[in-house]
């Protein structure tokens, strides 16, 4: 799956997915653009669980997982 695909299947605010795929659109896929994608995605989470009152822990496992999950969706997108 490239990072294109992701940003595009993401469930983030349309102007937030319009920039990035701006941003990746002139720059590539670099590792600076993965980390912004990377950070979009992360406060689209992170703003999820706050709007449910659930406060998250790092170094739970599930997040742990989600995390690895993520993470290795953004490293297959670099290696295509």
């Known amino acids: 799956m490239s990072l294109q695909t992701i940003v ?3 469930p983030l605010d349309p102007k937030v997915k319009q920039g990035l795929l701006t ?4 720059d590539g896929d670099t590792p ?3 980390a912004v994608v990377k950070d979009a995605l992360q406060e689209y989470i992170d703003a999820g669980f706050q709007k449910l009152g659930v406060a998250l822990d790092p170094s739970d496992p599930k997040v742990q ?3 690895d999950q993520l993470n290795s969706a ?3 997108a670099q290696n295509e």
């Open 23 to 26: 941003r990746l659109a002139n």
């Open 74 to 76: 953004l490293d297959d």
């Open 8 to 10: 595009q299947n993401a």
């Open 32 to 34: 600076e653009t993965r």
């Open 65 to 67: 997982a989600v995390t």
